[in-house]
């Protein structure tokens, strides 16, 4: 099963380690130095021009992505659990 995270992009179900709200997440140290920190190490993955609402953090053959979302984490969290019940 696939999670689609904007018009152009789609991602393996079984490779995401988490889904995210930007919000949320970017209050705590950890959570703001997180981002930067997978810019700088090419990890980061546009999805979409318009402003990113959440995450998603995937790993697939040893190598972690983070996506940038304009859906909103509930909004895919929701998605990737329809989809299970598929």
Do not use: H, W
């Amino acid at each position: 099963m696939y999670l689609r995270l904007s018009n152009d992009c789609v991602i393996p179900k079984n490779e995401i380690i988490g889904i995210f709200d930007m919000d949320n997440t970017t209050v705590s140290r950890q959570g703001r130095e997180f981002l930067p920190r997978a810019e700088r190490d090419g990890q980061i993955v546009y999805t979409s021009s318009e402003l990113p609402k959440s995450y998603v953090v995937t790993e697939a053959a040893g190598r972690k992505r983070v996506y940038l979302s304009p859906l909103s984490s509930k909004i895919l969290t929701a998605r990737v659990k329809t989809a299970a019940l598929l």
